[in-house]
């Protein structure tokens, strides 16, 4: 028996509307899951103070945990990676080893509290911040303490 014409509309019409509401739910989907990250995600920045030096502070929306903190030589090259306490939403912390310096690059990777890592970098008054970890990894023995980390000097190794 041959369809009727409106059964192939009715058929056409109730297929677009399952696919319709696949894709609403989707991007709703979507969304939340965006959202979810947003409201947990911390963003680290760093500041200078002209009497205290360099200071890291965390103005996203979560703590960030597991942050090491290093330098970066004019050239790409990444070195003197220390780890710093978590920082909680607002936290900041004294970056006391570093001192004034002004002759390297700052960064910082770090995760949310999912575990999902994130790397803050600023140099030449530029600051960024991105998804992923864009240096490192160190092993542990590599990465110092910033309890008993020495002050970086310029010039040395």
């Known amino acids: 028996m041959p369809l009727e014409p409106k059964d192939i509309i009715s058929a056409a019409l109730a ?3 399952l696919l319709v509401s696949l894709v609403t739910f989707a991007l709703n989907y979507r969304h939340a899951r965006q959202g979810a990250v947003q409201a947990r995600k911390p963003v680290l920045i760093f500041e200078y103070d002209g009497g205290t030096g360099w200071l890291i502070r965390n103005v996203g929306a979560g ?5 090491i903190v290093a330098q970066q030589r004019v050239g ?3 070195f003197n990676p220390v780890r710093v306490p978590p920082l909680s939403k607002d936290g900041r912390f004294i970056l006391e080893w570093l001192n004034h310096v002004n002759t390297t690059g700052l960064g910082a990777t770090y995760t949310d509290t999912e575990q999902l890592p994130y790397t803050s970098t600023c140099g030449n008054d530029l600051s960024a911040v991105c998804k992923g970890t864009k ?3 160190w092993a542990e023995s590599q990465i110092g303490r910033h309890w008993n980390h020495p002050p970086y000097v310029e010039g040395a190794s």
């Open 15 to 17: 297929l677009t509307a």
């Open 63 to 67: 703590p960030a945990l597991n942050v």
């Open 76 to 78: 790409g090259k990444w």
């Open 135 to 137: 240096f490192g990894p």
